[in-house]
């Protein structure tokens, strides 16, 4: 295994379990089902959450980390082109009146080195939602990107909000999606979306990411450093600023200090 990958798999499993946490202070305490991780290549997919398994320490009903190792384990059995090194997600279900928020984040790595461009999807999803009890309000989301150079394809992060209350629910007019993100990456935020009045809702992040074939016998493989994030206000539209702050609060730093790390191997002799 490359200095590189033992560097970035090590930050980010400390990176995203120490952000969650601090996110997690921030949130109220939910009376929803549990948030889960959907990934999904082709017809196979793979679930990480209390219902599904592949979850490792700090996962509770709005908290969910992925034991890359379970997970890796299970995606390799099933066929697909990628592992992660890290991958979490957190939300919150406040009383009325209080932002809905749902965060998605992570890092994926294609592992086949044949068959040309592959795409995966990675969804999150909570429900139970009440923020729009009493009015309606509008959704936002934010997304950042960051390729390994030369080895990403594209990032496309999408937002979806569901008045049937149902986890992982895309089949609704309440959504919104970013223009793609490219290499070297990037971050940008979605056109805003207006929801209606409802006393419960769901919300899905979902990040679909296509990567070439890793030609380096893993020792740089293409990877991508994702996140995905979604705010419900009753107000008006969140500033950019605002919702980045919420996309950003754990990868921000994380990301600068792997791209660094990162520039400094590529770079070395």
């Not at 990176?15 to 991780?37: E, M, R, T, W, Y």
């Not at 936002?140 to 992982?168: D, E, M």
């Not at 793609?180 to 990411?209: H, M, R």
Request: charged letters at 10%.
């Amino acid at each position: 295994m490359s200095r590189w990958t033992m560097f970035c798999r090590r930050h980010l499993i400390l990176g995203v379990a120490g952000g969650l946490a601090l996110l997690a202070l921030g949130s109220h305490p939910a009376q929803a089902g549990n948030i889960a991780i959907t990934i999904t290549e082709g017809a196979s997919s793979v679930q990480v959450g209390l219902d599904f398994g592949n979850f490792g320490a700090g996962t509770d009903s709005n908290h969910v980390v992925a034991d890359t190792a379970a997970l890796n384990s299970a995606l390799n059995a099933a066929g697909f082109d990628f592992n992660f090194n890290a991958l979490g997600a957190i939300a919150n279900s406040p009383a009325s009146g209080v932002a809905a928020t749902l965060l998605l984040t992570g890092q994926v790595i294609r592992t086949t080195g044949t068959g040309g461009d592959a795409a995966i999807t990675i969804q999150a999803s909570q429900n139970d939602y009440t923020s729009l009890v009493s009015s309606g309000g509008t959704l936002t989301s934010f997304t950042t990107a960051n390729f390994v150079p030369g080895g990403g394809v594209s990032q496309v992060g999408s937002s979806y909000l569901a008045t049937s209350n149902t986890q992982f629910d895309t089949a609704t007019p309440y959504a919104t999606a970013a223009p793609p993100q490219v290499p070297p990456g990037g971050s940008g935020d979605e056109p805003p979306v207006a929801v209606p009045t409802t006393s419960v809702f769901s919300l899905t992040n979902q990040v679909v990411v296509p990567l070439g074939p890793d030609t380096t016998g893993g020792s740089n493989p293409p990877v991508d450093q994702f996140t995905h994030s979604t705010t419900v206000s009753l107000s008006a539209i969140p500033e950019p600023a605002s919702v980045s702050m919420l996309a950003t609060a754990m990868p921000v730093a994380l990301v600068s200090l792997i791209w660094l790390r990162r520039r400094k191997v590529s770079s070395a002799p």
